[in-house]
């Protein structure tokens, strides 16, 4: 009996053996590689799915932006006097001595000469950058004023007897009537002219001042546009050779006059009924006018690859200056499309057309809104190895449009289908536009 009792006690304290353990880390061991494989997708997953929430959070931002900047396009841009804003804005500016329209919102298809003289890197400039793989993308720019000029009320341009050989249109030099109060040499002036034509609108000029003499009895009021080396800074400007001549063909494109028509000493008189205001903008290193542009461009991250993003800059639209330094507004944008709203205070949108169609069918004075669609992509491609993307993205046009279709669908690159795209689209009033007296 006693004999027995150890080999129970050993039977009984028996533990695992060593194949049962090996088996038991082996399954072990494949339960935490599971749980990690698991885990690691869905951090991926989680990654992929903040990444393209981010991405449609920024570009909502980036409309919004876009949004605030459209309602303020053509703000007080001609003055503070409501009922008599320019319906057509001209401008020498800075684009290489070219007649230019100053307009409250305008778009071109990338690349487009902006109205600046700044060298800025190739990668942040929207001059030097144009969309990859054929697809279509703008600049988009708007003009608005910063502060409201308060200088300047009406003139009456005259001569006495014939007018002089350098008088408008071919010349520079407006004898007047009176000299608005605070008007200096060097400034900017705006020249307005009311009911051009009895069209009912109003042309404006944007002129330098380069030339104020004091007023006497031999010498008459008067204010011309020519080279200035005296100034701080000097004034050279394409007035010295080009006169007012050169905005003719501008006038013409704007349907305001008829084909080989030309602007004559009447123009500027006011008559038969019109009314002419000359208005000081103040100094063009200084001026209210600002341009603000946005375009689409490939960034550079610190791991030596690139992603595209929308940029915005900030331009004084009379030297042409930049403000400070472009931003990158919202990462992930691939396109940037506007299409114009345009119809009378009367009809409100009859249609949607692209900015070149604007200026083509002469409707710049018209616009009422502006669309915007943005295209945007995640930065990261989605986990799934074997996910695509549509080869085409559709981008849904407002209508009625100048048929259109899909050209402004996105295609999407060789090799960029692993990421995920979305378009956000919306519709800004152009607040001036619908503040103007006239149609």
Same mark, same amino acid.
């Given at each position: ?7 129970? =006690?050993?039977?009984? &304290? ?8 090996? *088996? ?13 494989? +698991? &885990? !690691? ?54 684009? /290489? ?14 690349? $487009?000469?902006?109205?600046?003289? !700044?060298?800025?890197?190739? &990668?942040?400039?929207?001059? %030097? ?9 703008? *600049? ?13 009320? @009406? *003139? =009456? ?26 008007? =200096? ?17 109003? +042309? ?11 007023? $006497? ?54 008559? @038969?009924? /019109? ?5 000081? %903008? ?25 992603? @595209? ?13 930049? *403000? /400070? ?77 100048? $048929? ?36």
């Amino acid at each position: 009996m006693s004999d027995t009792q150890p080999s129970v =006690k050993r039977r009984l &304290q028996r533990g695992l053996s060593l194949v049962e353990l090996m *088996v038991a880390l082996v399954i072990g061991l494949i339960f935490s590689l599971a749980v990690l494989v +698991v &885990q !690691s997708s869905l951090t991926k997953q989680n990654v992929v799915m903040s990444d393209a929430m981010q991405r449609d959070s920024q570009t909502r931002a980036a409309l919004d932006l876009i949004t605030r900047d459209l309602s303020n396009a053509g703000y007080f841009q001609n003055g503070p006097n409501l009922d008599n804003q320019c319906y057509l804005t001209l401008s020498y500016g800075v684009n /290489g001595g070219n007649a230019t329209v100053v307009a409250p919102a305008a778009a071109a298809s990338e690349p $487009s000469a902006l109205p600046t003289t !700044s060298t800025l890197s190739a &990668q942040t400039d929207p001059n %030097l950058y144009t969309p990859p793989n054929g697809n279509t993308s703008v *600049v988009l720019t708007m003009t608005m004023a910063t502060s409201t000029p308060q200088t300047g009320g @009406p *003139v =009456k341009v005259i001569f006495p007897g014939q007018s002089p050989p350098n008088a408008p249109p071919n010349g520079t030099n407006l004898v007047l009537s009176q000299i608005p109060a605070g008007a =200096k040499a060097g400034d900017t002036g705006l020249l307005r002219l009311q009911d051009f034509r009895s069209s009912n609108k109003t +042309v404006c000029f944007q002129i330098p001042l380069s030339h104020i003499p004091a007023q $006497s009895s031999t010498q008459p009021y008067s204010v011309d546009s020519l080279n200035n080396a005296s100034l701080t800074p000097p004034i050279n400007t394409p007035f010295q050779t080009k006169g007012y001549t050169g905005f003719q063909n501008a006038l013409i494109s704007a349907g305001l006059l008829p084909k080989g028509g030309q602007l004559g000493f009447g123009d500027f008189n006011g008559g @038969p009924a /019109g009314t002419v205001t000359l208005t000081d %903008l103040g100094p063009p290193a200084q001026q209210n006018l600002q341009t603000v542009a946005y375009w689409v461009t490939n960034q550079s991250n610190s791991a030596g690859g690139q992603f @595209p993003a929308l940029m915005r800059a900030v331009i004084n639209a009379q030297t042409g200056a930049v *403000v /400070g330094q472009p931003v990158a507004v919202s990462a992930g944008v691939v396109s940037l499309i506007a299409l114009f709203g345009v119809g009378t205070s009367a009809s409100g949108v009859t249609q949607y057309l692209t900015g070149k169609d604007v200026q083509a069918q002469n409707q710049l004075g018209n616009i009422r809104s502006v669309w915007i669609a943005l295209v945007s992509r995640s930065l990261q491609p989605d986990v799934n190895t074997q996910y695509q993307s549509p080869a085409t993205i559709a981008v849904t046009l407002p209508t009625p449009n100048n $048929s259109y279709g899909h050209a402004f669908d996105y295609q999407v690159p060789a090799g960029a289908r692993g990421y995920h795209y979305s378009v956000i689209s919306t519709e800004v009033a152009v607040r001036n536009a619908l503040w103007m007296s006239t149609p």
